[in-house]
């Protein structure tokens, strides 16, 4: 048996000004070839899965690509072909079997379903080839990407810390299948539904019992994967949503039953999947209040990890108004100031115009930093490696990287952009999180990976940033509508339909 393993992920924000380039995924890590094996195979990421299983069966393993870029804007018609076509060169060449870790809501500037176009590449030369896919809990699901495989899963979990579990079970499906074990059939369905990130995460209603559904169904035969996507909603593109897709063992009416739950239990909670809006200062003040430590900030419109910049400077702004103090902050995207203190030196007193390099056209924000003034209290690398239960083994290059202590804050500034989900983005740095009054976060719900141990109370945090939460601020033109909660209805019944 001959496999391909391959991994090409990125979640797209259409409204973020971020160039997704080739330089992008090389600053993540791109890996061709025999590197990605021994890169990748003592890590908790899907290929690992991949690799374990293909080892397993005794299976040649091909390893064309892994690449990953932080989310970011759309990627180039560049940067797609050139990871996209090793994968095909890989199909060409001959195999028995693909197994692919993707994200599921990639765009790219020639087209808007990234993952589906390359599904209907790879058929295009094996019409029968068996096909497994993992996708991000985000993804947003197409007919193209149903279509075009074997068999399909996403995360259950959000953070997500279960990349190995779902993987390893799709892989299996198909590792099956292609041994004559089991007869893999499809059902899926999306909804006229956009959920808010903010409001996807796991341990909360109303994902927390749409995902045991998915999970229970998964335990009863003839059900192999269910998967319930609450999508991705930062990308203006026709299939942006929430969808579910259930995989059976030869069994269409199971399947489609399974997956008619799911979209469901989706829609009838769609009034869960909205984020309430407070004053950010009042937020703050009431933060402040708090008597315990520490308290997690969260400065959710600018995440990178959604595909912000990671450098608007609006609620640390007023954190440092209020007068709060032992605040460590992660992270502020600014080469320039990192620059500026690496050559002032360790323990040198700096000010600084930090951050506000990046214009966000598309929410009509220009750039706006924030004047700082403290001692250059760390320089490193930017390198280290994950600990915690997400990405797990994972190599973090932040580029070179400094901390700023005003006396009240100190500020993590980073050379590459990295959302914090790691308390690694603290402890490489010289901090130690657990002792600090308050943490701000760049970060939506990823954060509770490493950080959810720690945290003695929570606040979200509505400042500005192209990850808004706020749909008024946003311009949708090309999704499909009507749509919740963009549009008032009334919106079109959706039956769970056969691939």
């Keep these: 048996m001959r496999l391909v393993l391959a991994m090409l992920k990125h979640e797209t924000n259409t409204f973020s000004p971020i160039v997704t380039d080739i330089a992008r995924f090389e600053q993540w890590g791109l890996h061709f070839g025999p590197s990605i094996v021994p890169t990748f195979e003592n890590t908790a990421m899907p290929l690992a899965a991949y690799i374990r299983l293909a080892r397993e069966r005794g299976a040649e393993i091909a390893t064309p690509v892994a690449a990953e870029a932080m989310p970011g804007g759309l990627v180039t018609r560049e940067a797609y072909e050139r990871l996209a076509r090793p994968i095909l060169e890989a199909v060409e060449a001959g195999c028995d079997g693909v197994l692919l870790d993707l994200h599921g809501a990639m765009v790219c500037e020639h087209t808007h379903d990234g993952e589906g176009t390359l599904l209907q590449r790879i058929r295009a030369i094996r019409p029968d080839l068996p096909i497994a896919v993992t996708c991000d809990l985000h993804a947003n699901l197409s007919v193209e990407m149903?279509?075009?495989?074997?068999?399909?899963?996403?995360?259950?979990?959000y953070p997500h810390v279960d990349m190995y579990a779902v993987a390893e079970r799709v892989g299996r499906v198909v590792l099956d299948a292609i041994e004559g074990k089991c007869r893999p059939v499809m059902a899926w369905g999306r909804l006229p539904l956009m959920s808010q990130t903010l409001r996807q995460g796991t341990a909360d209603q109303p994902m927390r019992d749409i995902q045991a559904l998915a999970a229970a169904s998964e335990?009863?035969?003839?059900?192999?994967?269910?998967?319930a996507f609450g999508g991705f909603p930062m990308a203006d593109i026709p299939i942006a949503g929430n969808s579910?897709?259930?995989?059976?063992?030869?069994?269409?009416?199971?399947?489609?039953?399974?997956?008619?739950?799911?979209?469901?239990?989706?829609?009838?909670?769609?009034?869960?999947?909205?984020?309430?809006?407070?004053?950010?200062?009042?937020?703050?003040?009431?933060?402040?209040?708090?008597?315990?430590?520490?308290?997690v900030l969260l400065d959710h419109a600018d995440n990178v990890g959604s595909g912000g910049t990671s450098d608007v400077m609006k609620v640390i702004a007023e954190v440092v108004r209020q007068g709060l103090e032992n605040v460590a902050v992660a992270a502020v995207w600014d080469p320039a100031a990192v620059a500026a203190m690496r050559e002032a030196g360790l323990g040198a007193k700096v000010t600084l115009d930090l951050g506000g390099?990046?214009?966000?056209?598309?929410?009509?924000?220009?750039?706006?930093?924030?004047?700082v003034t403290g001692t250059v209290a760390s320089l490193a690398d930017g390198k280290w490696r994950v600990e915690g239960p997400m990405y797990t083994g994972v190599e973090v290059n932040t580029g070179p990287t400094a901390v700023l202590d005003t006396g009240k804050v100190k500020i993590v500034i980073v050379s590459l952009h990295h959302e914090p989900w790691d308390t690694g983005i603290f402890t490489a740095n010289g901090i130690d999180p657990a002792r600090q009054r308050f943490l701000l976060l760049k970060s939506r719900i990823h954060y509770r990976a490493g950080f959810a141990p720690l945290a003695r109370a929570t606040f979200a945090l509505d400042g500005e940033g192209v990850t808004t939460s706020d749909n008024a601020r946003l311009t949708f033109s090309r999704v499909a509508r009507p749509v919740y909660p963009l549009d008032p209805g009334p919106f079109p019944a959706v039956a769970a339909q056969d691939v």
């Design 244 to 295: 579910a897709v259930v995989v059976a063992d030869g069994d269409r009416a199971a399947a489609r039953t399974v997956a008619q739950a799911l979209l469901d239990a989706a829609w009838n909670a769609r009034g869960e999947f909205t984020h309430r809006h407070a004053p950010l200062a009042a937020t703050v003040a009431r933060a402040k209040e708090v008597n315990a430590a520490p308290v």
């Design 219 to 227: 335990a009863k035969a003839p059900i192999l994967c269910a998967t």
């Design 146 to 157: 149903v279509a075009n495989c074997t068999a399909i899963i996403g995360y259950k979990t």
């Design 357 to 371: 390099r990046t214009p966000m056209p598309s929410v009509g924000l220009a750039g706006q930093p924030l004047r």
